[in-house]
């Protein structure tokens, strides 16, 4: 068997590393080392011989005179300066209000936006570039520079830098309409579902399910249980045959010294630390919580839509319009799944709808519930869960369970007998 220690290390390093890719200075650092190794180039070009024929020939393109030269780079530097920070401030105002508006849930992918990364990392490298062309001009006492070609790219480094403005304030005009957030949390939440459906159909049909007396093994900290890291199991447990039935669904929360699994057999000591090093558990359910998470957003968003302060119903039908048709995927993952990992079997329970109904419809209802067009909206998004064919069972009591509760918040909260009526027959029909 591999040394699990050394094998574990490896993962820590493999999880750092994904946090500094993932980081918002990561593009912007890569591009300025970019820029300064360009910098650095082009001033070894202008020694060449034959940068002198490439001068010659294009001469009246490029700015021989010192003080033209050093009247260029600060008009540059003050230019392109002035376009970063007033990017980096439409970038906060932005974060502002999508925090505001719609959900602080939604900064974290508006910040990671990679296309906006690329531009800043541009301006702060293209700073750099036109900096150290002014020091090296200043440096000199001759009257004449010798850096026409450095300073005709400094001038198309400016034009570019134009350019790039340009689309960055399309594009974060763009990120911050709520019809293009809505339609990006879809999109995410889509692609994990159907990851999920995919992986679905190489697992066993059977699962492994044990007595209420079987052994436990508890958690060693408190978060949200987020999956298992299915690959230390194989190395570690690799010459052993291991069944495990985990007692959490995915983006359920878990407890300190609470039972976290079941065993066939006691695990010893170092089994069992080993085993809980590699379970995915999280204070921050968003940060991998796959659709799980995207649902949520889209309940934040509704909620905050139907606060008195925003009091925007269209933002709240748009956003159920897609958590009914997410929903309509969700359904049809499995509620427990058996994992074949080398020679370890894990049951995971991939889905508990009951918890995921509590948390994203639950506060909807309490908000919406004197509201007759959004109670519809409702109505007959789990009307249509309810009627469709091949359900799981208990999906179908925890579909039927919400509809009742909206059927009473309707009686007991919407005033108008009419608008009750209409929205009894969507759900009796």
């Not at 300073?151 to 911050?176: D, E, N, P, R, Y």
Request: glycine share 6%.
């Amino acid at each position: 068997m591999h040394n699990p220690l050394s094998f574990l290390g490896q993962k820590t390093f493999i999880r750092y590393y994904s946090k500094v890719v993932k980081s918002i200075a990561f593009f912007p650092i890569l591009i300025c080392i970019g820029f300064t190794i360009l910098t650095f180039i082009m001033l070894s070009v202008e020694k060449n011989d034959m940068a002198a024929d490439l001068k010659e020939k294009i001469s009246y393109l490029l700015i021989s005179d010192v003080d033209t030269a050093r009247t260029l780079m600060s008009a540059l530097i003050g230019g392109v300066f002035t376009l970063t920070v007033f990017s980096f401030s439409m970038v906060m105002v932005v974060l502002n209000q999508a925090s505001t508006s719609f959900s602080p849930r939604l900064l974290p992918g508006l910040i990671s936006n990679k296309k906006h990364q690329v531009i800043l990392g541009v301006f702060i490298g293209t700073l750099l570039y036109f900096i150290i062309i002014l020091i090296y001009v200043k440096s000199t006492e001759n009257t004449e520079s010798n850096l026409g070609l450095s300073l005709f790219v400094a001038s198309i480094l400016g034009i570019l830098c134009l350019a790039f403005f340009v689309f960055f304030i399309h594009s974060i005009s763009q990120s911050i309409q709520i019809h293009n957030i809505i339609k990006k949390i879809n999109r995410y939440a889509q692609e994990s579902i159907q990851n999920l459906l995919e992986e679905q159909e190489s697992y066993d049909g059977k699962t492994l399910s044990l007595e209420d007396g079987a052994p436990v093994i508890r958690s060693n900290r408190s978060g949200y249980f987020q999956g298992i890291k299915r690959d230390v199991l194989e190395e570690v447990f690799e010459d052993k045959k291991i069944g495990i039935q985990m007692i959490p669904a995915y983006n359920q929360f878990v407890w300190e010294g609470k039972p976290i699994a079941k065993t066939p057999k006691v695990l010893d000591r170092e089994e069992t630390d080993i085993f809980l090093s590699t379970l995915d558990i999280r204070i921050d359910r968003h940060s991998n919580g796959g659709y799980f998470a995207e649902l949520i957003k889209l309940k934040e968003i509704c909620v905050k839509a139907m606060s008195p302060g925003i009091n925007d119903p269209g933002t709240a039908i748009g956003s159920l319009d897609a958590l009914g048709s997410l929903m309509r995927e969700v359904k049809k993952l499995e509620p427990s799944v058996l994992i074949r990992q080398g020679t370890t079997e894990i049951t995971v329970r991939q889905l508990d709808m009951k918890l995921l109904l509590n948390d994203v419809f639950k506060q909807i209802r309490l908000y919406a519930k004197k509201d007759p067009i959004v109670m519809e909206k409702l109505a007959d998004i789990f009307k249509v869960l309810v009627s469709d064919e091949q359900l799981n069972a208990d999906y179908q009591r925890a579909f039927e369970k919400t509809l009742q509760k909206l059927q009473d918040d309707i009686e007991n909260n919407v005033d108008n007998q009419a608008d009750q009526e209409e929205i009894i027959e969507v759900i009796e029909s």
